[in-house]
């Protein structure tokens, strides 16, 4: 939701704003604007976390140049923390 709202400068006093008639488009606007920061945050998060999660290779048998991934008990955890961040995030919009 976009709100909008009219800033007028009271002509008997030029250093004061009247935002006091649009008082409710402020506070609207300062509360979707709070709601995306925080959301914004959980993706910093998600983001932060996935660049910290190591994958670990172990050479495949006796192959030159291959490798297979050892333990994803991490990957999973990290994973799912996503996935549970992102549903909240989706349900959010």
Not at 26 to 48: C, G, P, Y
Request: proline residues 2%.
């Amino acid at each position: 939701m976009q709100s909008s709202f009219t800033v007028v400068w009271d002509s008997n006093s030029p250093n004061c704003l009247q935002v006091v008639s649009q008082q409710e488009a402020v506070v609207t606007l300062s509360v979707e604007a709070s709601q995306e920061a925080a959301l914004e945050d959980l993706l910093d998060h998600i983001s932060s976390k996935w660049n910290s999660v190591d994958f670990s290779l172990i050479p495949f048998k006796d192959v030159k140049d291959a490798y297979i991934l050892g333990s994803v008990e991490d990957v999973t955890a990290a994973l799912e923390d996503s996935m549970v961040t992102m549903s909240t995030i989706l349900a959010s919009r």
